[in-house]
């Protein structure tokens, strides 16, 4: 009952502020920040010692902040959480239990794993509040997803198919485990396919389940929009949902031409769920009552509206228990300058996605195939169990796998996973080479990425 009343508290404060205009959300934005910034300092003895040099007296300036990294923010993860309970031996713990997934970490928190696209793996501790945000703001926010999330007409009507990465605390999984708990619509009319089965298997469960609601990666929406335009998929959703991975506007119409049905995609990641969503007219809206993202150069400094970022700083304000401020999250964002057709008044962004990070295969019949890197790396982590390691595309139809320290058996193996896992998105016949190597760093930003293309 504690997590429905900070869900309706959470939402009723979504709604006015979504009604109150700008200055309303702008007001609230800095107040959360200011109380945030105290906590941090207060509460995170790494926020502490980093803002030492930060006057308190004055009124807060975000430039006056230092941005974070998530290696810098992993290498001292106890001092960086606020409560002393919380510790890295603790979460790492809890995680390493595939049973634990969609359970509370010490009764209140939840936990998601990211599958790490920098090479350091990431853990995201959430708090009830920070849940009870997201929740909230995926209720009040659905934009072009409105009409089906009418829970009175629609929970019992519809079927929901969630294809993602299920081998691990990954927030996809993670959400959708915890939103079974609490409503038992989903648990009724919802099922999971784990994005690494083959494309085969993926099919032949769509057909069984026939859902009404599909969502998933990009990448493996595509794929199944080849197999309906072949006429090998019969179920028709009627609503096509896609996360976790940029969609090009092409591979979009492709998709929506497929099925006949309108996708509808939104922005989040495991450091804060609902960072933008969609509306009705196809724009994404940041949620900037809750969330600040800051598109930078690749020195940090701001980047003028409408112009690519190299990355992007967020500042989650609703979590408290790890705080998030001015965190380099690593995708390329635009963002939008004048009102959106729609009338609200969230500013709008475009994601560009990593775009150092977007594969382009060719496929058998000369065609350029999008490879993102999320579903790439996820599926070599789970094949394989390793972290440490890179994929770089060196020609159309040419890549080449780096391991950090492997053996000849793991390297064999995390080859296998990467070459299975493209012949089920319709590249078969890549050609891999693959060496127990170094990581190479990006000569310019000295970040290791984990998937790119030769530069
Ligand atoms: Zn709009």
């Known amino acids: 009952m504690d997590a429905w ?34 906590w941090a300092r207060r509460a995170s003895p790494l926020y502490a010692e980093l803002y030492a040099d930060v006057p308190e007296h004055r009124p807060l300036r975000l430039a006056d902040l230092p941005p ?17 309970e919380v510790t890295l031996d603790r979460v790492n713990a809890f995680v390493a239990d595939p049973r634990h ?64 990465a299920t081998g691990g605390h990954f927030a996809g999984v993670v959400t959708w485990e915890r939103l079974r708990s609490l409503h038992p619509g989903f648990a009724k009319n919802g099922i999971v396919i784990p994005v690494t089965a083959p494309l085969d298997e993926i099919v032949r469960q769509l057909e069984a389940f026939r859902p009404t609601v599909l969502a998933s990666y990009a990448t493996v929406l595509r ?44 922005y989040g990641a495991s450091e804060f769920m609902n960072i933008a969503f969609e509306c009705e007219k196809g724009e994404l809206h940041v949620n900037s009552d809750w969330v600040i993202l800051e598109p930078v150069d690749e020195r940090g400094a701001a980047v003028p509206v409408g112009e690519p970022s190299a990355t992007v700083l967020l500042t989650n304000l609703a979590n408290r228990v790890q705080p998030f401020i001015r965190y380099d999250l690593g995708d390329s964002v635009t963002a939008i ?30 065609e350029r195939i999008p490879v993102l890197p999320l579903a790439l790396s996820t599926a070599i982590e789970e094949g394989a169990g390793v972290h440490r390691f890179q994929v770089e595309q060196v020609g159309l139809r040419r890549l080449h796998l780096r391991v950090e320290g492997a053996s000849a058996a793991v390297l064999a193996k995390a080859r296998k996973a990467l ?10 016949g890549i050609a ?22 030769k530069s």
């Open 5 to 38: 009343w900070r869900w309706g508290n959470v939402v009723a404060d979504a709604i006015l502020a979504g009604n109150g205009g700008p200055s309303v959300i702008e007001r609230l934005q800095k107040d959360r920040l200011r109380r945030l910034v105290q």
């Open 68 to 84: 974070v990294t998530r290696a810098a923010l992993m290498a001292r993860f106890d001092d960086w959480v606020t409560d002393r």
């Open 101 to 164: 997934v969609g359970h509370p970490f010490r009764d209140k928190y939840a936990v998601f794993t990211s599958s790490g696209t920098t090479g350091i793996p990431g853990l995201f501790v959430q708090d009830p509040d920070a849940l009870a945000v997201y929740d909230a703001l995926g209720t009040a926010r659905m934009g072009a997803l409105a009409p089906l999330w009418d829970w009175r007409t629609s929970m019992g009507g519809h079927r929901f198919a969630l294809i993602a």
């Open 223 to 266: 794929a199944l929009a080849e197999r309906k335009h072949a006429g090998e998929l019969l179920c028709s959703p009627r609503t096509i949902w896609t996360g976790g991975e940029w969609m090009s506007p092409q591979c979009r119409r492709y998709v929506e031409r497929a099925f006949g049905a309108r996708v509808a995609g939104d």
């Open 337 to 366: 300058p004048g009102a959106c057709g729609c009338g609200r008044p969230f500013p709008r962004i475009r994601i560009d996605g990593r775009r150092d990070e977007i594969l382009r295969l060719l496929d058998a019949d000369g």
């Open 419 to 428: 070459a299975d896992w493209l012949a089920g998105q319709g590249l078969p």
């Open 432 to 453: 891999i080479t693959a060496q127990a190597a170094r990581l190479a760093a990006h000569p310019v930003s000295g970040k290791f990425r984990q998937v790119y293309r």
